[in-house]
């Protein structure tokens, strides 16, 4: 579908986003390590690439270790394990309530669109921690609805949440561009009706967003200002 089509000033309504790699800087220290430890076995074939196998790898288990802690906060254990997801965040190099910046354009992005179109959050981040972060970077006041892991039973790639970000925007899942950096969130998108959007800022390479389904890339999710069809829209 064309670009302006899918943005169609009488079609959309709402504007979604992830957290970490689309809003928030996002460094993955693990999948830097892994592709380190994996690299001597290049040795065995030039065609095996340790930095494609340590993506593909953590990729595949962020989704089943989400949930497992997401079900340890349901099930009213969280107080046994406090702390556990920012642990294995911080070990991961990924952003902190204590360290964190806004990716490039946010800001700017953020200004421009707050007056025309409702605005979400849509994360699988702990409540306490998004806000946090939202506060931290001084983006709270464009977001009405945060939907966390703690506000939904199933975790993106389920379409759930970004149903959920709909509903409580009182809004139609169609009329929602849900943006983000992962294979997860391009496919909650589709699976709920929403437009997909993925960004190349944080974790997400082109070619697996692309085969996700995104109905258009772009490297910051504040290019999309720079397509021609938000000109007559925006300005």
Known sequence: MHEQTL?????????????????????????????AGLGPLARLSKLFDPDSLAHAIVMNVEIPSNYVISALEHLGLESRFFGLADRIRRARGLATRELSDTVSGTHHLLETLHSSYKL?????RARPEAYAFLAGGDLERYFPVVITRQDVLRLKPHPEPVLTAAGMLGVAPEACV?????????????RAG???VGVLSGFGRRQELERAGA??????????????EWDSQLD
């Open 120 to 124: 979400a959050v849509v994360t699988t």
């Open 178 to 190: 849900m943006i983000g950096d992962t294979v997860a969130d391009i496919r909650s998108a589709r």
């Open 7 to 35: 943005f169609a000033p009488d079609r959309i309504k709402a504007f979604l986003f992830d957290l970490d790699g689309t809003l928030i800087e996002s460094n993955d220290r693990w999948t830097a390590k892994l592709a």
């Open 215 to 228: 109905d258009i890339i772009v490297d910051y999710a504040e290019d999309l200002l720079r397509l021609p």
């Open 194 to 196: 929403a437009i997909a």
